[in-house]
């Protein structure tokens, strides 16, 4: 099956700071989805991408649909305590998700 | 806000038994999404489901499992003679169309087999 390797594994970071977080995948990828996962919860859907290059925003959070179509990045700016939790890209309409990236804030 | 539901929240059966696990998708939804999450790892695509039939289905999704849409409403998950690494939080989704853009996921059921 399709591999997706997400980098950092984990990050813990101060309340303020921005955060960047990288998904790359072993094949290209028509769509790329990002997710966050509160502990004890279903994944919410943060940003979808369809078109390589493209860059898209909801609020705090881009989004950017590589190039090559082999990776995706995630950045949320000015993060918050309630950032935390663990993000997962998905790609692909067999909705492949990665290894996923463990955020903590520090107030 | 529409919601995707599911029952129970958390089953424990033993292991070669069967269990059912259920899913209310979004009313108005018609593709249907069942994924697993092993403690501590990633979202496992198993199956997704349109029109009443399978449309795709990952390497996971064996004999062992099956699908069904009983009714208008509710989306089951079947797994048969259950094993101790069938452990995981079962999750399921829905969407309106094809796109991916409003796939929204249910809270889980977690499965423990003993």
Redesign the interface.
Known sequence: ?QQLNQSPQSMFIQEGEDVSMNCTSSSIFN?W?W?K?DP??????LI?LYKAGELTSNGRLTAQFGITRKDSFLNISASIPSDVGIY?C?GD????????TSLTVIP | EPE?TQTPSHQVTQMGQEVILRCVPISNHLYF?W?RQILGQ????LV?FYNNEIS?K??IFDDQFSVERPDGSNFTLKIRSTKLEDSAMY?C?STHG???????????TRLTVT
């Not at chain 1, 004890?40 to 859907?45: A, D, S, T």
């Not at chain 2, 990633?42 to 695509?45: L, P, Q």
């Not at chain 2, 094809?98 to 889980?108: H, N």
Request: glycine share 18%; hydrophobic share 35%; net charge negative.
């Open positions: 099956g769509t989805l997710y996962q004890g919860e279903g994944p919410v859907l979808a997962f998905a309409n067999q909705f492949y998700f990665g290894t996923g | 995707v999404y994924y990633k979202v496992e695509f997704s795709e990952s390497e999750f989704a094809t796109g991916l853009r409003e796939q929204y996921f249910g809270p889980g």
